[in-house]
Nanobody
Framework: QVQLVESGGGLVQAGGSLRLSCAAS????????MGWFRQAPGKEREFVAA????????YYSDSVKDRFTFSRDNAKNTVYLQMNSLKPEDTAVYYC???????????????????WGQGTQVTVSS
């Protein structure tokens, strides 16, 4: 059974940093797409960052580019999201997702992912 477990969320002041982790179990995802999405209250789930495989290009949403950094550690079957210069508008539940097929540029589409974590809350105070 595949499981994705996020951790690292919390409450932080604007301008601060957090590092999210997502540990996968049940299968390895080193050669497959993994990404981060987020959902704020009353809004649709939106893409944050992802890449198709370890070593491939990383995609970022315009709203987080230059502030967030996506990384993955194949040995630990874990992906990370380093979030710097956080803003109140970054407040959301952050979800880790994994796919089992190459997505190319469609990696930003949440419906293409096969597995999701339970989410971790990130709250940024002004």
């Amino acid at each position: 059974q595949v499981q994705l477990v996020e951790s690292g969320g919390g409450l932080v002041q604007a301008g601060g940093s957090l590092r999210l982790s997502c540990a996968a179990s049940g299968r390895t995802f080193g050669g497959y797409p993994m990404g981060w999405f987020r959902q704020a209250p009353g809004k649709e789930r939106e893409f944050v960052a992802a890449n198709n495989w370890n070593g491939g290009s990383t995609y970022y949403s315009d709203s987080v580019k230059d502030r967030f950094t996506f990384s993955r550690d194949n040995a630990k079957n874990t992906v990370y999201l380093q979030m710097n210069s956080l803003k109140p508008e970054d407040t959301a539940v952050y979800y880790c997702a994994a796919g089992v097929r190459f997505m190319a540029g469609r990696i930003t589409t949440p419906t293409l992912y096969d597995y999701w974590g339970q989410g971790t809350q990130v709250t940024v105070s002004s």
